[in-house]
T-cell receptor
Framework: GAVVSQHPSRVICKSGTSVKIECRSL??????MFWYRQFPKQSLMLMAT?????????EQGVEKDKFLINHASLTLSTLTVTSAHPEDSSFYIC???????????????FGPGTRLTVL | AQSVTQLDSQVPVFEEAPVELRCNYS??????LFWYVQYPNQGLQLLLK??????LVESINGFEAEFNKSQTSFHLRKPSVHISDTAEYFC????????????FGGGTRVLVKP
């Protein structure tokens, strides 16, 4: 099946520093990846849609200058949380959409998530 | 815009008993429907999906869900749960022509008791 990895799985940083999270599709090429945020005991909220070779599309209320997304290749998207603050502490999950030509229209495969704690 | 409502935030159930998780959605266009399961501190795993065709879809581990267009529902059921089914379950929809962005419900926490 399609496998998506995230690195790191857990990160603790000081307030004011920047943190980069990687999302990789291991056995397929993903032209589109998605970044979600999940607070404890809550649902996933879509932050942005990342398209390979173009600028990410951010959801309303998400600061694009704070959450930098780069999708430089068909297997890698990165989310950088800049000048992180304690309120940015959350579980960040990425997903990758399989190509429409694969016959699995609409299906996203999720990474295992990255738990960010900002002190 | 679309929205998803999971009516139950928590469902305690005894082992080997049946369980039903309710999901209702609203959308002005045709949608794809999904159920995902999340175990503690893990990402989401696809449980089952409805894209088209038969309105009753089944997973390999005994779950099934039925798409009801008139009631805009996609309830998830399992006739007999195991302890290992303890997890968070999310219903999600995506519009067929909107880049496949998923909108998630609030989640239902299933706690299977021995």
């Amino acid at each position: 099946g399609a496998v998506v990895s995230q690195h790191p799985s857990r990160v603790i940083c000081k307030s004011g520093t920047s943190v980069k999270i990687e999302c990789r599709s291991l056995d397929f090429q993903a032209t589109t990846m998605f970044w979600y945020r999940q607070f404890p005991k809550q649902s996933l909220m879509l932050m942005a849609t990342s398209n390979e070779g173009s600028k990410a599309t951010y959801e309303q209320g998400v600061e694009k200058d704070k959450f930098l997304i780069n999708h430089a290749s068909l297997t890698l998207s990165t989310l950088t949380v800049t000048s992180a603050h304690p309120e940015d502490s959350s579980f960040y999950i990425c997903s990758a959409r399989v190509p429409i030509t694969s016959g699995k229209t609409g299906e996203q495969f999720f990474g295992p998530g990255t738990r960010l704690t900002v002190l | 815009a679309q929205s998803v409502t999971q009516l139950d935030s928590q469902v305690p159930v005894f082992e080997e008993a049946p369980v039903e998780l309710r999901c209702n959605y609203s959308s002005s266009v045709s949608v794809y429907l999904f159920w995902y399961v999340q175990y503690p501190n893990q990402g989401l795993q696809l449980l089952l999906k409805y894209l088209s065709g038969s309105t009753l879809v089944e997973s390999i581990n005994g779950f099934e869900a039925e798409f009801n267009k008139s009631q805009t529902s996609f309830h998830l059921r399992k006739p007999s749960v195991h302890i290992s089914d303890t997890a968070e379950y999310f219903c999600a929809v995506s519009e067929k022509a909107a880049g496949n962005k998923l909108t998630f419900g609030g989640g239902t926490r299933v706690l299977v008791k021995p």
